[in-house]
């Protein structure tokens, strides 16, 4: 098995993740849990800790964006802010999800307002709790399909539409919403705008209620003549057809990361967890032996955090590339992929392992967080079928 050090200026960082998702977030897990709908208010203290940490540059347990600057000289391998974000992120994960989720500021709206924004918008937006709609009724995985329009009005742009699954869509204090210049243009028309909250016309509906990751609310939205200031658009107004619509889709080379990260802290505190259990039974697991010629509960453990570690992998290799200004959107989908499945697998089959001393634990609880990690940020298919683009060289006209 592969053993990846994390680099040592990010040892400080790692701590203060773990600390504060073994001190804070495990203790009120359960509480939150079964109070859904209800803002964990110990969560504000982090705000500023957050704050700090992302302000330095180095990055904290939250959101950021992916931003290459041509200008800037080569300076050889780094290791920053999108890695930090990520081995933070998993420290906090093996906390809770949920709770991670439910950070003040910390919204994936943020890493999309980090990943397109100009530096006048980064310096407005900052301090902001941002979340992201994307998703409609009318289509899931398909991002191209947006049907919410954007019509430019003057100073103002006028956004009509309905979006669904929105993470932290009523507890942010803006949106990020992927809306559409001019359907006949298709994809090179879909822009994202930052719609505060209380903007006339836009209505949080509904809160849904959910199998997992209940810490964290999750909103249905609706816009209706709802006047944006065009400066809140994202990015350029024009639109490019020989581009498509990678500005927007910029964002996910950050959040498909993020999102893998959150899997892996699910799936190491299934795993630290199943080998306390296993261990207190007397089941042994020897890393000097072939698992064939060990205990089945441990052959079958050792199986497992061999996938942990490649999702492990996976995952930070495509914040390394993005901290070093190299393309990831192929590896962010590869990681994402991975963990996805990874930790879906890992935790049911903890729960397996475990049995009835599962229920005494959180496993039964990370083994519901697990799926929404294998669907949001793009689906195990959608991913695939990414991957497979990117590795054949074809379109998605050509491969769908």
Not at 18 to 24: I, L, P, R, S, T
Not at 192 to 199: A, D, I, M, R
Not at 307 to 317: I, M, R, V
């Amino acid at each position: 098995m592969i053993n990846l050090e994390a680099p040592k200026k990010a040892g400080a960082l790692i701590n203060q993740a773990y600390q504060a998702a073994a001190e804070v977030f495990r203790p009120i897990s359960r509480k939150y849990d079964r109070a859904e709908h209800t803002y964990p208010s110990e969560l504000d203290m982090f705000a500023a800790l957050l704050d700090g940490l992302n302000s330095s540059g180095e990055g904290g347990a939250g959101a950021a964006g992916v931003r290459r600057s041509k200008d800037e000289k080569e300076k050889g391998n780094r290791n920053g802010a999108n890695l930090n974000v990520v081995l933070g992120t998993i420290e906090m994960c093996w906390g809770d999800v949920g709770l991670l989720l439910s950070m003040p500021r910390q919204g994936l709206g943020n890493a999309a307002i980090g990943s397109v924004a100009t530096d006048e918008q980064l310096e407005r937006f900052s301090g902001m709790w941002a979340a992201m709609a994307i998703t409609e009724p009318s289509f899931g995985s398909d991002s191209a399909a947006v049907s919410t329009t954007a019509k430019l009005d003057g100073d103002h742009y006028v956004l009509n539409g309905e979006k669904i699954f929105v993470t932290s869509g009523e507890r942010a204090d803006a949106v990020v919403v992927w809306a559409t210049l001019d359907k006949s243009q298709g994809r090179a028309a879909i822009k994202s705008f930052v719609v505060e909250k209380g903007t006339p016309g836009f209505e949080v509906v509904r809160v849904e209620h959910k199998l997992g990751i209940r810490a964290s609310d999750t909103a249905v939205l609706r816009f209706e003549n709802c006047r944006v200031p065009k400066e809140n658009l994202l990015g350029t107004p024009e639109i490019e057809t020989a581009k498509g619509f990678a500005g927007v889709m910029q964002t996910f080379d950050n959040t498909r990361p993020l999102v893998a990260a959150m899997a892996i802290g699910v799936a190491r505190a299934a795993l630290d967890e199943t080998r306390t259990i296993l261990s207190d039974a007397g089941v042994s697991i020897d890393y000097d032996r072939p698992a064939n010629s060990q205990h089945a509960a441990a052959a079958e453990f050792l199986r497992l955090e061999a996938d942990y570690e490649s999702a492990y992998l996976l995952t930070l290799e495509s914040a390394w590339m993005a901290d070093n200004r190299k393309p990831n959107s192929l590896q962010a989908s590869m990681a994402k992929a991975k963990a996805g499945r990874s930790v879906v697998e890992i935790a049911l089959k903890c729960v397996e392992l475990t049995g009835a001393y599962g229920e005494e634990s959180l496993l039964e609880k990370w083994a519901r967080d697990a799926k929404i990690l294998d669907i949001f940020e793009g689906t195990q298919q959608i991913q695939q079928l990414i991957v497979a683009r990117r590795i054949l060289g074809k379109s998605s006209a050509e491969l769908k």
